[in-house]
């Protein structure tokens, strides 16, 4: 059974720093991570897609990496701002079944103006 | 949002009662699953389906039960629901790729 790990669950940083945010799973067959952002009382937004075959995603101020051999992959927020403030949820696609999207707990960041 | 439609946005139910919530998708795409989330728990898959008629349970089943007669749409009914079915229910689509969810339905059961 697929578990996934996010470290830290919160997170409170000054504006402008750089930060990662981590994602572990147990069961490295995979076909992709995927990365949301969560606001409070809203759905999940996909923010990067990364395929078990590529090493990492870009988009904008974000940058998801993906390591399958030891089960982890990061969101690097670049320069961050008051309205990166969100709950940041990665998931691992295993297929098609009940394991088939399993979700961390999530990490609530806060970027102080 | 990636024509994921969910139905009621919010509802108050009153215990023993059934209650449907509807996901409704213009996409096409094969998989749908429906989730709760819960404060402390995170997402937790309560039935996924992979095509018409095609459904399957989740990690917390109990207490549920699902249709999907049509591509476009999957059912999600309480049959007599609980307080501790009080929740916020996500549905998402999937081809096998990216997942994208609907907006959530706030449940309460009173």
């Known amino acids: 059974k697929q578990e996934v790990t996010q470290i830290p669950a919160a997170l409170s940083v000054p504006e402008g720093e750089n930060l990662v945010l981590n994602c572990s799973f147990t069961?490295?067959?995979?076909?992709?991570l995927q990365w949301f952002r969560q606001d409070p009382g809203k759905g999940l937004t996909s923010l990067l897609l990364i395929q078990s075959s590529q090493r990492e995603q870009t988009s904008g101020r974000l940058n998801a990496s993906l390591d399958k051999s030891s089960g982890r992959s990061t969101l690097y927020i670049a320069a961050s701002q008051p309205g990166d403030s969100a709950t940041y949820l990665c998931?691992?696609?295993?297929?098609?079944?009940?394991?088939?999207?399993?979700f961390g707990k999530g990490t609530h960041l806060i970027i102080q103006p | 949002d990636a024509g994921i439609t969910q139905s009621p946005r919010h509802k108050v139910t009153e215990t023993g009662t059934p209650v449907t919530l509807r996901c409704h998708q213009t996409?096409?795409?094969?998989?749908m699953y429906w989730y709760r989330q819960d404060p402390g728990h995170g997402l937790r898959l309560i039935h996924y389906?992979?095509?018409?008629?095609?459904?399957d349970k989740g990690e917390v089943s109990d207490g549920y039960s699902v249709s999907r007669s049509k591509t476009e749409d999957f059912l999600l009914t309480l049959e007599s629901a609980t307080s501790s079915q009080t929740s916020v229910y996500f549905c998402a689509i999937s081809q096998g790729t990216e997942a994208f969810f609907g907006q959530g339905t706030r449940l309460t059961v009173v």
């Open positions: 389906s992979y095509g018409v008629k095609d459904t």
């Open positions: 069961d490295s067959a995979i076909y992709n």
């Open positions: 998931a691992a696609f295993s297929g098609g079944g009940a394991d088939g999207l399993t």
């Open positions: 996409e096409n795409h094969r998989y």
